[in-house]
């Protein structure tokens, strides 16, 4: 990678932060050939901080690490773009990014999938719908998926546009919950489904 540092009077050239998964731009920092190395060698972005002189790897003091999932330069080789993983706020305000925006996807239905896997992960099978289906484990998941598809079958034949979208929700919402149960996202079926449409 063939970074120009002598653009700028200070060696530093300017590194964007974007969340790897939900695109957000988190911050905005700066980087010399060090830094960049060092970002590189330990998986941990790393900039120059002009304050204190001296490298500073983001989270080193509050561990809200951003952990270095690809580097990209840009056409004129003086701008970095570094795609991380968040492990907690990232402004030293505590907010999600240093606009002061939620970082999560602005597709809602990823964002759903997001919180199916939390409550997954919820200890409590009794204080979660969804982390007590899981606990009851793939054949009651899979059994409320079929459930909810005969629902919305049965509505298709009415009039009642109201409870068919109902059903429909239902049915996706389980759906996503089936998928994620499998090991899968609703990315994994949209790729089959690209790759169906090239043929």
Known sequence: MNVDFKKYGD???????????????LMLGFMNQEALDKTKQEGKVTFFSRSKGRLWTKGEESGNY?????????????????????????????ADTCWDEKNQHEDFLSSLEEIIQQRREQADPSGSYVAGLFHKGINKIAQKVGE?????????????EKLFLNEAADLLFHYLILLNAKGFNLQDVTDVLKARHKK
């Open 66 to 94: 951003l952990l270095m999932k690809s580097i990209a330069l840009d056409c004129d080789r003086d701008t970095l773009l570094i795609k991380a993983e968040p492990l907690g706020p990232v402004c030293h305000t505590g």
């Open 148 to 160: 909810e598809a005969i629902e919305l079958v049965i509505e298709a034949k009415d009039h009642d």
């Open 11 to 25: 060696g530093l050239v300017p590194a964007i932060i974007q969340d790897a998964v939900t695109q957000k731009v």
